[in-house]
T-cell receptor, first 110, second 112 residues
Framework: GEDVEQSLFLSVREGDSSVINCTYTDSSSTYLYWYKQEPGAGLQLLTYIFSNMDMKQDQRLTVLLNKKDKHLSLRIADTQTGDSAIYFC??????????WGLGTSLAVNP | DAGVIQSPRHEVTEMGQEVTLRCKPI?????LFWYRQTMMRGLELLIY????????DSGMPEDRFSAKMPNASFSTLKIQPSEPRDSAVYFC??????????FGSGTRLTVV
């Protein structure tokens, strides 16, 4: 069945790069997404990648997609304390339903 | 645009009471989703509507849960009777054919 997996926790030092990884199962997914959730807030679309791309860069964010291995990653350069949040990976399945990972909690230490 | 608006932000109710959560999607969006988020199960899709019509309600836990979308600008999720295990954050999201969803800020429900 459809499944999205991500590690639950990541801790980095301020200024370092963070890499959050995700694996998915549906090879027919058109889009793959990264959402950010800050405490007490809803999920915010951070970035996305179309399935025929292998990389997308947006300021401090770099998304890498390895379609063969069904692996998606999000790299945050120069991680700041304001980046502390839960990051969700999601793939778009049938009928535009998103299949979600459980989220990776990123802690940024000063 | 004010984004997706949910009310109330917090709800505390006693077991057995009826709870109604409300959502106003972004104007022009034609899909609406209700999610439940808990620590144990993460994000669960409960139901989604396309053009006000329920498309998939397979995620609705049981008959105590019902959702309606009487028009393009309003949806409700009702729990009757509520139980302590329904305690969670309930999110509404909307989208237009295109990229991703826009989420509301959620309703934190506590059933005691």
């Amino acid at each position: 069945g459809e499944d999205v997996e991500q590690s639950l926790f990541l801790s980095v030092r301020e200024g370092d790069s963070s890499v959050i990884n995700c694996t998915y199962t549906d090879s027919s997914s058109t889009y793959l997404y990264w959402y950010k959730q800050e405490p007490g807030a809803g999920l915010q679309l951070l970035t996305y990648i179309f399935s025929n791309m292998d990389m997308k860069q947006d300021q401090r964010l770099t998304v890498l997609l390895n379609k063969k291995d069904k692996h998606l990653s999000l790299r945050i350069a120069d991680t700041q304390t304001g980046d502390s949040a839960i990051y969700f990976c999601a793939e778009e399945g049938n009928n535009r339903k998103l299949i979600w990972g459980l989220g990776t909690s990123l802690a940024v230490n000063p | 645009d004010a984004g997706v608006i949910q009310s109330p932000r917090h709800e505390v109710t006693e077991m057995g009471q009826e709870v109604t959560l409300r959502c106003k999607p972004i104007s022009g969006h034609n899909s609406l989703f209700w999610y439940r988020q808990t620590m144990m199960r993460g994000l669960e899709l409960l139901i989604y509507f396309n053009n006000n019509v329920p498309i998939d309600d397979s995620g609705m836990p049981e008959d105590r849960f019902s959702a309606k979308m009487p028009n393009a600008s309003f949806s409700t999720l009702k729990i009757q009777p509520s139980e302590p295990r329904d305690s969670a954050v309930y999110f509404c999201a909307s989208s237009l054919a295109g990229i991703g969803y826009t989420f509301g800020s959620g309703t934190r429900l506590t059933v005691v």
